[in-house]
T-cell receptor, first 111, second 115 residues
Framework: DAAVTQKPRYLIKMKGQEAEMKCIPE?????VFWYQQKQSKELKFLIYFQNQQPLDQIDMVKERFSAVCPSSSLCSLGIRTCEAEDSALYLCSSSQGYEQYFGPGTRLTVL | AQKVTQTQTSISVVEKTTVTMDCVYETRDSSYFLFWYKQTASGEIVFLIR??????ENATVGHYSLNFQKPKSSIGLIITATQIEDSAVYFC????????????FGSGTKLTVEP
């Protein structure tokens, strides 16, 4: 079982609705990452937190997403207004060294 | 430009045989890290094995081993004695020291192990 936890596993939203997904990093890990994966293709980097501070993110996240890590044990990724193209698997990973360890993902479907 | 390239979209093998999956990468860094991950049918991504660029020895973990050819910027994954449960999508990834927070992924190779 993944040491990184993500909830919910499945999320269904209508276009225009807000979506929120949560991640509990592995205990002791100070780096948290979010990725988007569509149709089992390559993972697309979204945002990176180090010690709960966002240090790097892509433009799409700045424009339409909200991401915070209010504590070392909880992070969240939100989409302010869901669009059909946001349908994807959202993966959270955490790291304390070289490797990143992934959670099981939240599969978002936007109808 | 794609930093990590996996040209094999899918491979099918018979169980108990050996399979090699290819991966080439592009970097100007002298120090970098290469990884292989496995994504199961449920979507879960599992870390398998890592190769540090400064190490000449090929990494080995269980029935996974790497064929690191630095002059060719190549990092192949070798799975020996394949099992049905090895069926998954395998991703190659790279992390550069100059951009440490970004993990570049390839597009994945789907492995099917048949009885």
């Amino acid at each position: 079982d993944a040491a990184v936890t993500q909830k919910p596993r499945y999320l269904i939203k209508m276009k225009g609705q807000e979506a929120e997904m949560k991640c509990i990093p592995e205990k002791g890990h100070t780096a948290v990452f979010w990725y988007q994966q569509k149709q089992s293709k390559e993972l697309k980097f979204l945002i990176y937190f180090q010690n709960q501070q966002p240090l790097d993110q892509i433009d799409m996240v700045k424009e339409r997403f909200s991401a915070v890590c209010p504590s070392s044990s909880l992070c969240s990724l939100g989409i302010r207004t869901c669009e059909a193209e946001d349908s994807a698997l959202y993966l959270c990973s955490s790291s304390q060294g070289y490797e990143q360890y992934f959670g099981p993902g939240t599969r978002l479907t936007v109808l | 430009a794609q930093k990590v390239t996996q040209t094999q979209t899918s491979i099918s093998v018979v169980e108990k045989t050996t399979v090699t999956m290819d991966c080439v990468y592009e970097t100007r860094d002298s120090s970098y890290f290469l990884f292989w991950y496995k994504q199961t049918a449920s979507g879960e991504i599992v870390f398998l094995i890592r190769q540090d660029s400064y190490k000449k020895e090929n990494a080995t973990v269980g029935h996974y081993s790497l064929n690191f050819q630095k002059p060719k910027s190549s990092i192949g994954l070798i799975i020996t004695a394949t099992q049905i449960e090895d069926s998954a999508v395998y991703f190659c990834a790279m992390r550069e020291m100059s951009n440490y927070n970004v993990l570049y992924f390839g597009s994945g190779t789907k492995l099917t192990v048949e009885p």
